[in-house]
């Protein structure tokens, strides 16, 4: 789950981070939840301790739901149309809007044919690349 930590990541860190890179992000806990069958033991699992709900939980570690808390940088979100693992129409395809409802930056990049996080085409990968030096760039002029 790298994309939707790196989403919660970006939300919450204590410095500033200069941009985030999403690739076939979980945005959407509670749908995900039980998007598998092995989802709900393991999720679940990854919360013992928490004092929270399971309904806080999922709002907290949902990127989705973070929205309108979520810094003002650029974001790259990158998902496959054929991923089976992450559901780019429950995940993906809502975090955009809402990314860009709150006058965020978004390069979306939809791969019509990848399924969970690849293969990723040259032409991608050359855009990653770009975002992230232009990200390390921007911020060192």
């Not at 939980?57 to 979520?70: G, K, V």
């Amino acid at each position: 789950m790298g994309g939707q930590g790196s989403l919660l990541y970006t939300r919450y860190a204590k410095h500033r981070v200069r941009a985030c890179f999403a690739h076939c992000p979980v945005c959407d806990l509670k749908y995900h939840f039980n998007e598998w069958p092995d989802l709900p033991p393991t999720i679940r699992h990854a919360f013992l301790g928490y004092p929270e709900s399971q309904d806080r939980l999922f709002i907290e570690h949902s990127p989705l739901r973070q929205a309108a808390a979520m810094p003002d940088i650029a974001y790259r979100i990158i998902h496959g149309g054929n991923d089976k693992a992450v559901s780019k129409r429950h995940h993906s395809d809502k975090m955009v809007p809402a990314l860009r409802r709150h006058h965020l930056k978004v390069d979306y990049v939809e791969v019509a044919d990848m399924g969970h996080c690849g293969p990723l085409p040259l032409k991608v990968i050359e855009g990653n690349i770009a975002f992230v030096v232009e990200a390390m760039s921007s911020q060192t002029g």
